[in-house]
């Protein structure tokens, strides 16, 4: 079955810090742009990070999440990771992982074709 399975999501007081894993299944992300999405309740969907699937690697941030998130990729996992640190009560959020081949990453990147994960719930609270 062809999909992206994310985990990490939880509970996390303002400050703290958690780490979310895609991986991906009967496919290779090698030649794939991935990255994350999030939505807030009554917000559209927008895009977090992500990351090229060519050697350069070239990767994206929203401004409200540049300094405190950094999105990684580890092909031999078959594996993209977005390390959230510094969270913030506005990251509350179902965060999304998503790959598209032969994509470019940036702030338009909305992925027509390839995979979405289920979601993962990020709730940043005290």
């Known amino acids: 079955q062809l999909q992206l399975v994310e985990s990490g999501g939880g509970l996390v007081q303002p400050g703290g810090s958690l780490r979310l894993s895609c991986a991906a299944s009967g496919f290779t992300l090698d030649d794939y742009t991935r990255g994350w999405f999030r939505q807030a309740p009554g917000k559209e969907r927008e895009v977090v990070s992500c990351?090229?699937?060519?050697?350069?690697?070239?990767?994206y941030y929203a401004d409200s999440v540049k300094g405190r998130f950094t999105i990684s990729r580890d092909n031999a996992k078959n594996t993209v990771y977005l390390q959230m640190n510094n969270l913030k009560p506005e990251d509350t959020a179902v965060y999304y992982c998503?790959?598209?081949?032969?994509?470019?990453?940036?702030?338009?990147?909305?992925?027509?074709?390839?995979?979405w994960g289920q979601g993962t719930q990020v709730t940043v609270s005290s």
């Open positions: 998503a790959a598209e081949p032969l994509s470019r990453c940036g702030s338009s990147w909305h992925p027509t074709v390839g995979y």
């Open positions: 990351i090229d699937g060519n050697n350069d690697a070239r990767t």
